[in-house]
């Protein structure tokens, strides 16, 4: 692993965006691509305990906001955190993690591929020194260096209290917009977007809706083909799926948070091993999903040329 690029606060490389936060960070250790620090970014936070719903949301506004050219920024926190920034970078985008810890310590540790990826194809930025493990005070701490970062901050679920309604607070503070996803009033993730919402956050449905409240009140261009009154729809992708199996949906399902090796996959789907050797090669030839060593079975990512 090469040592982390050093960023002080008083040097021309550091982010100018988080010259505005405060406190500023003194200094940020970086791995990987540091220009991403400069580029319009979009935070997207939420629960770690989402539901399908919160789900699907995520990866359709994330990839209508990458392919409108923004950055997606997020805490590599499980859950919708983790949700954005594999998304981000399954369409060939850009995506910064900011972390509670040092930029070689992955966490959560179920992260940890996800962790290199960002390394090798995005930008991990911390605050902390290298080195540095998981405290429970680092996470607050570091959100108000996510909404910094970020021309905005979308909110899919949370609760009332929880870390992605500091992140909030954090942009509101610095005179910067707030989205939120609406849910379900019963459902105890959809607490924090909907009071958001009710206090005067932008609801939102799909990235266009975001893109609109970006260009009406900070002046950011809208895309070509949106401006030229392209359909909303254009900034949406259909979440893929495999259609030929139930056995291969739930498999499919699995995979959601990165790889598991077939043990595992035996085990929590309940499935005959004949069944489950099936499922599996049609994933494979659908081109969805791809073997590993142990033998383990992950998501194919888009492979990113740059």
């Known amino acids: 692993m090469t040592a982390p690029r050093i960023l002080e606060l008083d040097g021309q490389c550091y982010p100018s965006a988080l010259r505005q936060v405060r406190p ?24 770690r305990r989402y539901s399908t719903y919160g789900r699907d949301a ?26 954005a920034h594999r998304t981000a970078l399954d369409v060939g985008g850009d995506t910064v993690a900011v972390l509670g810890t040092g930029v070689d310590v992955p966490y959560p540790p179920e992260h940890r591929d996800l962790f290199q990826l960002i390394a090798e194809h995005g930008c991990l930025v911390s605050e902390f020194a290298p080195g540095t493990p998981p405290l429970k005070w680092h996470f607050p701490q570091r959100n108000r ?14 609760p009332e209290k929880s870390g992605a309604l500091i992140t909030a607070h954090y942009a509101l503070d610095e005179g910067k917009e707030v989205f939120a996803v609406p849910g379900p009033i019963h459902n105890p993730t959809s607490q924090g977007p909907n009071r958001l919402i009710q206090d005067g956050a932008a609801l939102v449905t799909s990235a266009a809706d975001i893109l609109r ?36 949906r739930r498999i499919w399902a699995a995979l959601e948070s990165g790889a598991v090796d077939l043990e595992t996959l035996a085990t929590d789907l309940g499935a005959e091993p004949a069944a489950l050797s099936v499922a599996l090669l049609e994933l494979e030839l659908s081109g969805l999903i791809e073997k590993l060593p142990g033998p383990r079975y992950a998501r194919v990512r888009a492979r990113i040329g740059r």
């Open 24 to 47: 500023p960070p003194p200094t940020l250790y970086v791995r990987g691509r540091v220009e991403l620090l400069e580029r319009p970014g979009i935070a997207v936070v939420g629960t």
């Open 58 to 83: 995520t990866v359709s506004l994330v990839v209508g906001l990458v392919r409108a050219g923004y950055t997606i920024v997020s805490g590599l926190a499980r859950g919708i955190d983790g949700i």
């Open 145 to 158: 260096i996510i909404a910094g970062l970020a021309r905005a901050v979308l909110v899919v679920e949370a």
């Open 213 to 248: 409240v970006l260009e009406t009140r900070t002046g950011e261009p809208l895309p070509e083909r949106l401006a030229a009154g392209g359909d909303a729809l254009d900034f949406e992708e259909a979440r893929p799926q495999p259609a030929d199996s139930e056995l291969a």
